[in-house]
């Protein structure tokens, strides 16, 4: 249910950006619905929301890159429409992402002019007023680089400012700022917040996105909440504190009815100690028992997959052991893993959980083509058997398991991806977002199978970005922040508030 936005100001200037009822629709999934927004010149605006709010969506819709179901967008007052990508640079709007494409085979020049270099009277590249121009950038947000320079000779701090003044190469009105700290360190964060207070003075209206509430406390004038694809609040920065909202942020009310479970776990089946990557994520243990489900809840960066694609062999840890069942085993590839009884149901199941040309059936028996075949040969009865077992106990609605993957809808493709891995009869198996982009009625078939695999005592890990999913599910969570465990929450202690604080690290 969406709530009133307050009374704002009247002393404020007129929003230079504004949506007005903003809907978004995809095939079976509400993104956005009837959503608001205002960003003021010389004012940062935070947009604050869990994962799944709305907020990725929202970016794209006001770069260009998808066009609105529902509702106006209005700069300055009048209404107006954003075809494409370019047009919305043209209207003045630009965005910095938190991973923006370069390119490092060209200078800082090219890169931050690519696609509107300026040109002389013939149509060729003018070289000398790109790099007084882009001079002028870099110079204009305190980054003492040559742009001349190849792109590859830069560390990363340096390619984040070129990114940034690639953004700010268009006359831009309104700057988005997508999680633009997720890639620096302290000095450079600190540096960033110049770079906004420059901006605001330049009288830019900045959309600020960021999950750590000392940025945005920091840096806020106003906020905006967004809950499941709604508008919840807005205001003045000044007038909340972190609790209230933390608040809004997770307030939804847990009406969402999830399976009965007995929570007493059995044996320990699993054990992770002192599991390191040099980038993604340092000295995670943590023991799992038969029948349990075992929640990881973090925000966007906290390593949880990548922790996941370690124990499955994908990546290598570059320290730590795992047990299973007792018995110290090595992991270095996917096929370790499920010899060992470990099988992984990745967030990406379009890319990586499945081959989407290929029949149900073929991708429900791929990794057991052992069970299927004699003397080398593939029995075709036996692998529609075997497919049928899985699909009927996930209820996969499908015309056919002969139809391509691919047809189906993004729930019951997802039903296929776990049929596949239970069907190689696995002891514990990691579920990474198992009802991302899912409806309602498929979640609930997700999670009553996932009940019923416990009390069976197979033993799940399940990755979630959702509330409500983790605190319903879980027997215990995991909070991860920035690569570590920072909590370890159950019974009554595991609720959204104590979730949300320990991720941002309130």
């Given at each position: ?142 980054a003492h680089l ?20 690639r953004a700010l ?34 009288g830019k209206a ?301």
């Amino acid at each position: 249910m969406q709530m009133q936005s307050p009374a704002l100001a009247s002393a404020d200037a007129v929003p230079v950006l504004a949506l007005d009822r903003v809907t978004k629709s995809f095939p079976g999934v509400t993104a956005l619905d009837q959503v608001t927004l205002a960003l003021y010149p010389g004012q940062v605006t935070a947009l604050v929301g869990e994962n799944g709010a709305g907020k990725s969506t929202l970016v794209k819709i006001l770069t260009g890159i998808y066009q609105p179901s529902d509702g106006t967008i209005k700069v300055d007052g009048a209404d107006i429409r954003f075809p494409t990508a370019r047009d919305a640079t043209r209207a003045g709007i630009t965005a910095i992402h938190q991973e923006t494409v370069l390119f490092d085979e060209l200078s800082v020049a090219e890169n931050i002019f690519l696609g509107h270099a300026p040109r002389t009277r013939l149509g060729l590249i003018d070289w000398r007023t790109m790099n007084s121009r882009a001079q002028d950038i870099l110079t204009g947000i305190g980054a003492h680089l040559n742009p001349e320079a190849k792109l590859r000779d830069l560390g990363i701090a340096n390619k984040h400012l070129v990114a940034i003044a690639r953004a700010l190469s268009v006359d831009a009105r309104v700057v988005i700022m997508d999680e633009p700290t997720a890639a620096l360190s302290h000095t450079e964060i600190h540096e960033l917040y110049e770079l906004v207070e420059k901006l605001k003075a330049q009288g830019k209206a900045i959309l600020f996105i960021s999950h750590k509430f000392d940025e945005i406390f920091r840096i806020a004038d106003r906020y905006t909440v967004f809950r499941d694809g709604q508008f919840i609040s807005e205001g003045h920065i000044r007038d909340i504190d972190e609790s209230d909202l933390v608040k809004m942020m997770v307030g939804r009310d847990m009406d969402q009815v999830f399976p009965p479970r007995d929570r007493n776990p059995g044996a320990q089946v699993m054990s992770v100690s002192g599991l390191c990557h040099p980038t993604e994520f340092d000295d995670i243990s943590f023991d799992l028992g038969r029948g349990e489900i075992l929640g990881f809840y973090g925000l966007v960066g906290a390593g949880r997959s990548e922790i996941m694609q370690a124990l499955f062999g994908i990546t290598r840890p570059s320290g730590g052991t795992v047990t299973i069942d007792g018995a110290a085993i090595t992991i270095t590839s996917p096929a370790d893993a499920i010899a060992a009884g470990l099988v992984y149901v990745p967030e990406d199941r379009g890319h990586q959980g499945a081959i989407t040309p290929l029949p149900i059936f073929q991708n429900v028996t791929l990794p057991s083509l052992g069970r299927t075949s004699r003397n080398g040969f593939l029995r075709l009865a036996e692998e529609f058997d075997l497919a049928r077992e899985y699909t009927q106990r996930l209820d996969l609605r499908a015309a056919s398991l002969d139809a391509e993957l691919g047809t189906l809808s993004g729930g019951n493709q997802q039903k296929v991806v776990i049929a596949k891995w239970l069907a190689t009869q696995p002891k514990i198996i990691i579920l990474d977002e198992p009802t991302k982009g899912i409806d309602i009625g498929s979640k609930a078939a997700v999670h009553a199978f996932m009940a019923e695999l416990a009390a069976q005592g197979l033993a799940v890990i399940m990755v979630s970005s959702e509330i409500p999913e983790v605190v319903g599910m879980s027997d215990r969570v995991i909070v991860m922040r920035e690569g570590r465990m920072v909590a370890e929450l159950s019974g009554d202690d595991l609720t959204p508030e104590k979730l949300v604080r320990q991720a941002a690290g309130i």
